[in-house]
């Protein structure tokens, strides 16, 4: 399991207390701090100390989601790279539902439902046009790809980031293999 955050420590603090709680727990959980400023670094340093399974790794300065992404892909060990956003819970089942897909040789991706903390949420496109119940769309918070996925069609475009946009376009690369 990989998250990638960027200053909101209080948020990034639920997210590894619900991945903390799956059962099974992941067999490694890598954190990219990506250049935070407010007390991150610490925290993640302090907790990778006391819990063997955790992987930190540190941007020096914010690079941006996608760049965090990329990094936790490259030192991934495990051949499924699930994600989740540091503003995300997950839910007790999470991850065994969101793998099982891949017990089929040819799966190369899976994702699973998004549900919006706040009432009345409207994200960036494809939410704006999507209410992805179902889920229509992948999303970058609740999605898992088989690391050969990314030796044939390449890591994520950080150009797309300014759009909120990295894992749609992500998508359509997978389309085509």
């Given at each position: 399991v990989a998250i990638s955050t960027y200053n909101r420590l209080s948020y990034l603090r639920d997210c590894i207390a619900s991945l903390l709680a799956l059962a099974p727990r992941p067999d490694e959980l890598i954190i990219v701090n990506d250049g935070s400023?407010?007390?991150?670094?610490?925290?993640?340093?302090?907790?990778?100390?006391?819990?063997?399974?955790?992987?930190?790794?540190?941007?020096?300065?914010?690079?941006?989601?996608?760049?965090?992404?990329?990094?936790?892909?490259?030192?991934?060990?495990?051949?499924i790279i699930a994600f989740t956003d540091d503003d995300c819970g997950v839910d007790s089942y999470w991850l065994r539902e969101l793998t099982a897909p891949f017990i089929n040789p040819e799966v190369v991706a899976a994702y699973g439902q998004v549900f919006y903390r706040t009432q009345n949420y409207k994200g960036y496109f494809p939410e704006r046009l999507d209410s992805n119940v179902g889920p229509a769309w992948p999303m970058g918070a609740n999605i898992a790809y088989r690391r050969s996925a990314f030796r044939k069609i390449g890591l994520f475009d950080s150009k797309f980031f300014r759009y909120n946009n990295e894992d749609s376009e992500m998508a359509f690369r997978l389309a085509k293999i």
């Open positions: 400023t407010d007390g991150t670094r610490q925290y993640l340093d302090r907790l990778s100390k006391t819990n063997p399974g955790i992987r930190v790794f540190h941007h020096e300065k914010n690079l941006g989601l996608s760049a965090g992404r990329n990094t936790a892909i490259k030192r991934a060990r495990g051949e």
